[in-house]
Nanobody, 127 residues
Framework: QVQLVESGGGLVQAGGSLRLSCAASGRTFNSYAMGWFRQAPEKEREFVAAISRSGSSTNYVDSVKGRFTISRDNAKNTVYLQMNSLKPEDTAVYFC????????????????????WGQGTQVTVSS
């Protein structure tokens, strides 16, 4: 098991930027593929971005491509989500997720593929 703690959320104007961080406990962070998901009020949780355990492969939902960047620092047990050109429709609670990965270059984009979740951090984008 890995414990995940997100930070970096907040209130920002449209067009602004935020960087979310997700700190993981344990000594085997580089065994986990990581993902970011978000859930807006009265909507289902949706995939945002994923990264392989090595960091060599990434995937994004179409609506954030070119604006968001997922990255990881395995030495710091941390995964990041850099969010630029934010839009009001990006408003949601953002969750970090982790799962053991046996293939170093594989990412996972489906909610049900993840077994470990953080508590979430609120991102609010005002128009």
């Amino acid at each position: 098991q890995v414990q995940l703690v997100e930070s970096g959320g907040g209130l920002v104007q449209a067009g602004g930027s935020l960087r979310l961080s997700c700190a993981a406990s344990g000594r085997t962070f580089n065994s986990y593929a990581m993902g970011w998901f978000r859930q807006a009020p009265e909507k289902e949780r949706e995939f945002v971005a994923a990264i392989s355990r090595s960091g060599s492969s990434t995937n994004y939902v179409d609506s954030v491509k070119g604006r968001f960047t997922i990255s990881r620092d395995n030495a710091k047990n941390t995964v990041y989500l850099q969010m630029n050109s934010l839009k009001p429709e990006d408003t949601a609670v953002y969750f970090c997720a982790a799962r053991l990965a046996y293939v170093s270059g594989r990412y996972y984009s489906r909610l049900e593929e993840y077994a470990n979740w953080g508590q979430g951090t609120q991102v609010t984008v005002s128009s």
